[in-house]
């Protein structure tokens, strides 16, 4: 190679001349304008970090996790420089978690994927290359209007994950405009039955915890401190009630916690039995007579829903007797003394919060699990009440709507095998997979993910790996994603997402202190590269395939529902959102005891049915005359749920708990379910111990896994800040447990199901039960950037040019516990049962 | 441009026409702006690939033409496309065309996109009086982006010389210096060793080598070139303005 000189240097510019002579090259100019070297005079501008640049505070909303904190981010140059808490935000009270302020992370990683790519060689060959958005929307639209105009538009599958408020809202609006509504989601892997044991009892909302006016609080099964739903706004006023007014807190957990951690104590519980504990709490009550019978008349406990109040105490005292301490202590391992005296706080409190969650939830009948918990809490009339289990209370938004698809259709994938669950009221997402393998319901031919990782996130990942792969199963695949994942890689088209720190959305999660708080979420940086934000993709694609939206962007969705919604309209509607944030009615109490609100049942057409006690309108409902109505009755009249007015209360029409859910009911907490009878569960909640735990060989435990605190699932491997902090998730074990196995500290182990099997290190400790395994489910990435997978990637030889890669100071980047996770059902509520799987564990 | 005359080996550096070498930098700056900003399309290969323009570049060392492999014009293409994407979009770590991420950054600075760099790189270049372009989605401190400033810079200043301006030219000149020592001429020759260490097609190992030597030949000619500006420097002097401004 020749040095070059001046002399040789005219010759490589002539070069350069020759080959750029006409600028007909597709290459485009970069920079606009002509020099002008007194231009910075002219303007007066000031680039200096040191001498008063502007810093903008723009208020925004967190994506990191469901709780959606909202916060204030500050911008700089253009460049995002820090997050911090809203301190005018009533739920959040100005504070923002680790892995909030860690958001900076999932903008600027430099691995991120900035431009629409398109697959070129096999699928999980990593070969791509770059195309324009409108080469990626034409191959897209092509597929779209292809399925149809055959009318199949149910074809045309879309799965998402961590989509709320308008995220969600924009994208079933679309789906609708279209026609398919095989719309999958991810909610049984995250908390399903919840939903279910709730929905069936007090209608479409689960509780929040009123942490602010409570006298005593149990938690089964929940990590308040770290991972809680709702984290940031509950766990600090839990802390504040714990420190600042002594309020005892008593948790059952698998796990030694940082929440079981600060607890008065913890119980350590086996997995599967929290609700064997639950039952006996109950029992100690009622035969206690610690009950409280305040809540029984708005209680369905038997058949006769006009029983007594004597006569539920009796029909419960009898459901709860098998159930002793002594019983619990047996299954659980938890001393019977110990729930006796836990039983009796908690019914002589003032109030009392009973917190549940996965560790409730996630196992075989876990929705029925949640309707004993809800019991609890009713006898002992914390229910919906000021210091106890409340009705959540979030944003109720308005927003616009596009226009329905004349047909609509859909595959019958979202709800797993027939038969297989009784109410899958949120569908079973983690079954989506296996179905498509199966085949004999349907396959998308187009299958559209976002912010969603299937290969990653459900059990038997290995095996969605194998399909995704597989073009024959579904022949063509569309991500959307920030970065290179388990399933990315597997996709035809990957088009790059923005981060929420680059999209408008509105906001609505629960409110810790039951007061709505309206809140927006606005960009606070331009989306990098050529990142677009769903909302806007779906306004370009609808061009494309013909469909009017109500919309023209994402943010003129939010413009628009800020304009229509009341409260935040009067305020000063889109404007007074991105100056502030946040919006709450200042004149709002704090929402407790709706159900005993009186109701005016004088309106047309409302009658009360004498079977059961509700007031309905049977012109609401569709009925011919008021004889047909009171003939057939509110439970035997389709559409009569909708015409639900009032439940009579010892002779009072009252709110009570309306059946605005799937489930047909009255206004009564359905305990005793026709719903649950009808499909030959037991009507009446029980104790069903997880029938695999009871045939386990003597050489065999029980996985379970968990959240780490500064990780979510599937979002934050890559963001550097958190993988320092935590990388590695070795697998927890009791030192009995170990020693039986030969296992110390440190050792390497596999953990071998009946699906497959992984390795990792043991974490030998007392901070959890003999007999189980626990392994966080939030590390052990294949990619997801070099933090989060610390391999090298999978396109280049290297780790990239990031630097900061040579300061990645940990060795280890965890295991992945859903090679060995089946993929299996609450067959009532359809959860995904992350912590029932018999396991062996061995030296590796 | 003078390339007969160019072309005579032996002719001494500083006969050639101070306008004339701006042109030439600016050439070449634009053929590695382009080169760099996305994967050459059909019609830039065949602009490579031209006889004239292959001689020329492997008279002075550089076989880029010969580099590309004997394919259909359609595959080649495609395949210079999914290399590019490979070594410079990913999906997953890859490298990274930006000065924020590839910059030798300070002890607690960060290597990410859009850094303070980036921000730097941007006034520093909007100061100069451009802007970027509205269909332009990459990021400020972009290599392509560095690139063709520097081209403008080096256009502007041929144009001055041409015009008799020489203390504008020199002005200029003095811009160019200040751009290229703190921003490109600090990260594009350590980002062609990773280029030249990471791509499996030939083109890219001569492109990297080719913009290697280019920052090589600037930064000795920065370097040669007087600290002051020869003509008496305008009534506002970048050099002044610019070294207040963007640091």
Redesign the interface.
Known sequence: MTKLNRRNFMTLAAAGGAALATGTTGTRPVLAGTVDINAVEASGRDFSPKTGKERQAIPTACWQCVTRDSMIGYVEDGRLKKLEGNPNSIRTLGKLCARGQAGINQVYFPDRILYPLQRVGKRGEHKWKRISWDEALDTIAAKLKELRDAGTPELFMYQYGRHKASQAATMYDFMSAFGSQTIGNHTSVCEASKWVGQESLWGGMYENWDYDNTDFVVIFGSNNFETHTNHIPTSQRLIRAKVDRGVPMYVFDVRLTNTAAKADEWLPVKPGTDTAIIWAMINVIMEEGLYKPDHFKYMRVTKDFKASIDEKVAAVKKAAAAFTPEFAEKESGVPADKIRAIARGFAKANSACLVTYRGVVKHFNGADNERAAMLLAAITNNLDRKGGRVMGVGAGWNHPKSKPAQVAKKLPILDGFPGEVAFPTHHVSHQVWPMIKDGSHGRPKVYWWSCYNPAYINGNNNETKALLADESVVPFQVCTTIVYDESSQYADIILPDVTYLERWDWEDMVSANQIAEFYIRQPLVKPLGEARCQGDVFVDLAKRVGLELAWSSKEDFVRQSCEMTPGVKEAGGFEYMKKHGVWHDPNAKPNYGFFEETVDTSGDGVVLDEETGVYWNWKKAGVASEAEAKQQGYLKTPGAKAAYVAQDIDGTPRRAYPPNTKFVKTGLLDFYSDNWESKGLPAFPTYTPVPEHQKMGEDELIMTTYKLAVHTHSRTAHCKWLAEIKHDNPAWINPKTAAERGISDGDPIKVVSKVGEFTTTAYVTEGIVPGVVAISHSLGREHSGVYGSGAASPTTQGEGSDPDVANIWWKKHGAHPNAAMPNWSDPVGGSQRWFDTPVRVERA | ???AR?????????D?DPA??A????????????VF?????A??LA??R?A??AR??E????PVAASLPALPDGQLV?DL??E????F????????L?ES??A??GEHS???????R???V??????????????????PD?V??EL??MQ??TA?ESAAHRAGRGS?AA??FA?QRKFFTEHLGAWLPS?CD?VS??TRMAFYKAVA??AK??A??EARLFAEAPAEAPAAP?P?S?EH??S????
Do not use: C
Request: net charge negative; glycine share 6%.
């Open positions: 441009m003078g390339t160019n072309d005579q080996a032996g002719t001494a550096a500083d050639i004339a070498l042109q030439a930098r600016s050439n070449v700056y634009a053929l590695l702006a382009a900003r996305a994967a050459p399309d019609e830039l602009r490579l031209d004239e323009t020329l570049l008279a002075v060392g550089f495609e496309a999914v590019y994407t490979r070594l979009l990913g999906p997953g770590p890859h490298l990274s930006h991420v590839n030798n950054v960060e290597a990410a996109l859009w850094t303070e980036t921000a730097r941007k006034a520093f270049i909007e100061t100069a009086g451009l802007s970027y372009a509205a269909d332009y989605t990459d990021l972009h392509s982006a063709e400033f403008r810079l502007h504008e002005v200029v811009v980002l990773k260490a990471d080598e080719l030597e280019v090589d030949f305008p506002s970048p303005v610019v207040g401004r963007v640091n």
